[in-house]
């Protein structure tokens, strides 16, 4: 049998063992409450770095094909790979196909873009304006799949003049530079970095605040 100090001094350490426990828990749900915090940022740095990389890799774009530079077909395939990266980034909140589905209209919208610097060059203003009306469509279609799939945070009139703005910038960045103006063509890249960001933004605080769980 246990004296009754030997008793006490059981009891207390069992006490303390308890309560090494309960603060280690607290820690931890403190941590574990603090980390998602850190993640929404990363996500949204993430979402602007993929925004940043597609407006650079654009500009590379014209002006390797306004040139006819060799490394066109190179600069392009990397420009195509931020497509899929912009995807990628959804499918964790949205599913695979959905985010191949962006990824397969934002292809396309790098590919239109494509033509319509061509025809540009080329002077063929039958198949510019072509490019040009599929390019706006496609423009649309973006808008509608973005707002189907978050239409609370992405009001379909908002992301219709949020990707059209992004169009409209990008033309007056491409036809300037093909017409020789550099100046307003960079001065348009200007104005376009700084809509990317807000789109990006757009786009990353919609996420949050349609999956909170996701951040927490």
Do not use: C
């Not at 309560?19 to 850190?38: G, H, I, Q, V, Y």
């Not at 740095?45 to 925004?51: E, F, G, T, V």
């Amino acid at each position: 049998m246990y004296s009754n100090g030997r008793k006490r001094m059981y009891f207390i350490m069992i006490a303390m063992l308890l309560l090494t426990s309960l603060l280690s828990s607290a820690s931890f749900t403190t941590a574990a409450e603090a980390k998602p915090k850190t993640d929404a940022q990363v996500f949204h740095d993430a979402m602007r770095k993929l925004w940043e990389d597609h407006i650079t890799w654009t500009r590379l774009v014209i002006v390797s094909l306004s040139n006819g530079l060799p490394d066109t077909d190179t600069t392009v395939q990397r420009l195509l790979q931020n497509q899929d990266d912009i995807g990628d980034a959804i499918k964790p909140f949205y599913g695979d196909a959905a985010g191949e589905q962006l990824s397969e209209l934002l292809r396309d919208h790098i590919l239109i873009a494509a033509e319509i610097i061509q025809a540009a060059k080329n002077g063929d203003t039958a198949a510019q304006n072509d490019a040009i009306a599929r390019w706006y469509a496609n423009a649309d279609a973006i808008a509608e799949f973005l707002n189907s799939a978050n239409p609370k945070n992405w009001p379909l009139d908002e992301m219709k003049a949020m990707m059209r703005k992004h169009l409209d910038l990008t033309l007056q960045e491409a036809v300037s530079y093909l017409n020789g103006d550099y100046s307003a063509s960079i001065s348009a890249y200007e104005q376009i970095h700084i809509q990317a960001l807000g789109m990006a933004d757009m786009l990353s605080e919609g996420i949050i605040r349609q999956f909170p769980k996701k951040f927490k």
